[in-house]
């Protein structure tokens, strides 16, 4: 499980802002960069400065991935990608992204291609 909803990101996917991702794909990736994260900080935290520092490369390392799989949700939703630019205003923009992440998927095709399930 962990191999297809994360691994996969990370392998077939790394900035892949084409195609769709399914709300199940996208939610269990958020879980799981979530738990590694909170690992990553528990063990981190015992080297300081150096610690900090691994933590912040770790997060720029999945910046674009985690991008790429918001903007196949939203495809996934019939949006396109440009609804990620809504994260440049505070708070309401980051909102209404979590909204549109928890849309049911178009049944179907849509023009960002066949839906996957």
């Known amino acids: 499980m962990i191999n297809k909803y994360f691994l996969d990101v990370f392998k077939n996917h790394y900035v892949d802002f084409?195609?769709?991702?399914?709300?199940?794909?996208?939610?269990?990736?958020?879980?799981?960069?979530?738990i590694a994260f909170l690992i990553l900080a528990a063990v981190l935290s015992f080297f300081g400065k150096t610690g900090q520092i691994i933590f912040n490369l770790?997060?720029?390392?999945?910046?674009?991935?985690?991008?790429?799989?918001?903007a196949r949700r939203l495809h996934d939703t019939n949006k396109s990608a440009w609804w990620l630019l809504l994260n440049l205003v505070p708070f309401i923009g980051g909102l209404v992204?979590?909204?549109?992440?928890?849309?049911?998927?178009?049944?179907?095709?849509?023009?960002?291609?066949?839906a996957n399930n």
Do not use: D, H, M
């Open 58 to 70: 770790c997060q720029l390392a999945i910046f674009l991935p985690s991008l790429a799989i918001l």
């Open 97 to 114: 992204l979590f909204v549109f992440a928890v849309l049911p998927s178009n049944e179907g095709e849509n023009r960002f291609g066949p």
């Open 18 to 34: 084409k195609g769709r991702a399914t709300r199940k794909q996208y939610w269990l990736y958020v879980l799981f960069t979530f």
